[in-house]
T-cell receptor
């Protein structure tokens, strides 16, 4: 069975500084990895995904994520944080095939001006 | 595209009442998922459909919960009778194995259910 761990409940970063939100996963076979963002009282918005190919994946709003197979990690990054990036971020994984996503517990990102 | 549409956005009901949540997936998507989000348990899958057929309902908490997908553009999640512990945000998501963003699940805005 697949699982996702987001080790940090909360990440605080100053505006303009780089940010990293951590995610590790466990899955049988090749992973399909996703990042979603949730703003208050809103649904989850898709940010980016890794299926195959380059280990560095670029997504929406300047976010990117690096797939590391040996460390089974898929950390979300952004070079320069904005206050508007403050939200709840979810990492998710699934195995091959259009099976349901398994989500991490979420990490709340707070960008301070 | 209007995205995934859910209704109602908010529902307040009393314990014992029947609650019906509705979802319209993105046109052309053949997978539909129902998730529940709570502070304690995070996001958890309840059930999912492929081509209107339920594939896995092992996440449905108990017999009080039922879900249907009578056609490709509509699904319901029903709770009868409702209990206070059912209070949560319920999300519907859809996806397709075809097209540009294959494999990506797109979420609706959710229904916030409060059972008093």
């Amino acid at each position: 069975a697949q699982s996702v761990a987001q080790p940090e409940d909360q990440v605080n970063v100053a505006e303009g500084n780089p940010l990293t939100v951590k995610c590790t996963y466990s899955v049988s076979g090749n992973p399909y990895l996703f990042w979603y963002v949730q703003y208050p009282n809103r649904g989850l918005q898709f940010l980016l995904k890794y299926i195959t190919g380059d280990n560095l994946v670029k997504g929406s709003y300047g976010f990117e994520a690096e797939f590391n197979k040996s460390q089974t990690s898929f950390h979300l990054k952004k070079p320069s944080a904005l206050v508007s990036d403050s939200a709840l971020y979810f990492c998710a994984v699934r195995a091959v095939g259009n099976t349901p996503l398994v989500f991490g517990k979420g990490t709340r990102l707070s960008v301070i001006a | 595209d209007a995205g995934v549409i859910q209704s109602p956005r908010h529902e307040v009901t009393e314990m014992g009442q029947e609650v019906t949540l509705r979802c319209k997936p993105i046109s052309g998507h053949d997978y539909l998922f129902w998730y529940r989000q709570t502070m304690m348990r995070g996001l958890e899958l309840l059930i999912y459909f492929n081509n209107n057929v339920p594939i896995d309902d092992s996440g449905m908490p108990e017999d009080r919960f039922s879900a249907k997908m009578p056609n490709a553009s509509f699904s319901t999640l029903k709770i009868q009778p409702s209990e206070p512990r059912d209070s949560a945000v319920y999300f519907c998501a859809s996806s397709s194995l075809l097209g540009v963003n294959t494999d990506t699940q797109y979420f609706g805005p959710g229904t916030r259910l409060t059972v008093l």
